[in-house]
């Protein structure tokens, strides 16, 4: 059966749309942009011009669960029950069981074992919980910015006269040594030293760490953080393992401490000490204001 001229023209017509609606749609377009750059106000109609066409990627919005089911997959996987999912995640049950019914259910356990192991589980995703709070309060060292002289000149004061060894009435030595564990801690040190002016062939480096460690390896880790050969490192100081303590400080990230001395470092120690009275003293004449909230 033949058409009519105006079926002819109308068909004519929306084909002509259609092409350049989906050419369009290919360019990255929006149904909207699509709408008013053809001028068509007719949604049943805009659909069906663009009807195969996938939506740009941009257009499209994540789905707010989309986390969630993730995560009741996972602790499904688990073993973990309906019940348990949803007091975790805070997910109704009809969501639970939505995200999950293509899962094998868990083993059935006695009733002491199930609380042990769902207390257990819970634990876990708390922990999980706060190590994610605890990544994102870190991001606070984006405050802090460039350090001036003075800051690090004060930071390191404070710093040694917490960690360096000082003089007692008991044990007289006015000579400045340094031991800490935590890579930042001697960067900071040394950087602190080389402000003061303190020449680098002044410096003495020695390792102190466990017999069960890798002692090699904490030489040439120490040696690269601050800049010198492991020739250059005293005799390493060997701390002998005893069985009945269990020490957590342990595998190939644990490195021991540095000591850093300084050679002829007595004017060096009782400037530090002046200084460190300094700012107690500075301190003490502070009127505090009453806290205003938490930090």
């Not at 996972?74 to 973990?80: A, H, I, P, S, V």
């Not at 350090?147 to 690090?152: A, D, Q, S, V």
């Not at 890579?183 to 402000?195: E, H, K, Q, T, Y």
């Not at 303190?198 to 466990?210: D, G, K, S, T, W």
Request: aromatic content about 8%; some cysteine.
């Amino acid at each position: 059966m033949a058409h009519s001229p105006g079926k002819t023209s109308k068909y004519a017509n929306f084909e002509q749309l259609r092409e350049q609606a989906i050419a369009l749609r290919r360019q990255g377009l929006s149904l909207r942009q699509i709408r008013n750059h053809l001028k068509i106000h007719n949604n049943d109609l805009l659909n069906r011009l663009v009807r195969g066409e996938p939506a740009p990627e941009w257009t499209r919005r994540p789905n707010a669960k989309d986390d969630l089911r993730e995560q009741a997959r996972e602790l499904r996987r688990q073993g973990w029950t309906y019940d348990q999912i949803e007091a975790a995640l805070g997910c109704s049950r009809s969501s639970v069981s939505l995200w999950v019914r293509d899962l094998p259910k868990p083993e059935r356990r006695n009733p002491t074992e199930q609380a042990t192991l769902a207390a257990r589980k819970r634990w876990d995703h708390e922990l999980a919980i706060r190590d994610d709070q605890r990544r994102r309060t870190k991001t606070a060292a984006e405050e802090i910015g460039a350090m001036t002289p003075r800051e690090l000149f004060m930071t390191g004061v404070a710093l040694y006269w917490a960690e360096g060894s000082k003089d007692k009435p008991y044990a007289r030595r006015e000579n400045v040594q340094f031991v800490n564990s935590d890579p930042g801690v001697i960067r900071v040190f040394v950087a602190w030293l080389d402000l003061l002016g303190v020449e680098r062939e002044r410096l003495r480096y020695r390792v102190m760490i466990h017999m069960t460690a890798d002692v090699e390896g904490a030489q040439r880790y120490w040696a690269g953080l601050v800049g010198v050969d492991t020739s250059a490192f005293q005799p390493t100081t060997i701390k002998k393992h005893n069985p009945r303590t269990v020490r957590k400080n342990v595998g190939e990230n644990y490195r021991g401490c540095l000591v850093i001395n300084v050679l002829q470092g007595a004017d060096l120690y009782r400037r530090i000490e002046g200084w460190w009275t300094g700012m107690v003293d500075a301190v003490s004449g502070l009127t505090m204001p009453p806290p205003s909230g938490k930090v």
